[in-house]
């Protein structure tokens, strides 16, 4: 059983920047990721980095966020610039069994994201 905790959420206005942070209890070599849920709407993918290191993003976040990962693949990273009042939500962090293409299987309780303005 692996183990996610979300930290780093918090609120800022429109235009800033937050960077989230996802403590994972393995280093093992796996895909992990972020996901967001805004208020009655669906969780969708925000980004993920998969074994060989690909990094995907949603089209809406692309040339904002920044996904990465320390050397030892413990602790991944969700740097989030030029922030819109849609980013705002519930941030997870995942991590699957193996590559990204079999999806995730664990999850964190999540940390929370408002932008205002």
């Known amino acids: 059983q692996i183990q996610l905790e979300e930290s780093g959420g918090g609120s800022v206005q429109a235009g800033g920047s937050l960077r989230l942070s996802c403590k994972v209890s393995?280093?093992?070599?796996?895909?992990k990721g972020w996901f967001r849920q805004a208020p009655g709407k669906e969780r969708e993918e925000v980004a993920t980095?998969?074994?060989?290191?690909?990094?995907t993003y949603t089209d809406s976040v692309k040339g904002r966020f920044t996904v990465s990962q320390d050397s030892t693949q413990s602790t991944l990273f969700l740097q989030m610039d030029s922030l819109k009042s849609e980013d705002s939500g519930m941030y997870y962090c995942?991590?699957?069994?193996?590559?990204?293409?079999?999806?995730?299987?664990?999850w964190g309780k999540g940390t929370p994201v408002t932008i205002s303005g």
């Open positions: 995942a991590a699957g069994g193996s590559w990204c293409l079999y999806g995730m299987k664990y």
């Open positions: 980095v998969d074994r060989d290191g690909t990094k």
């Open positions: 393995t280093n093992n070599n796996i895909c």
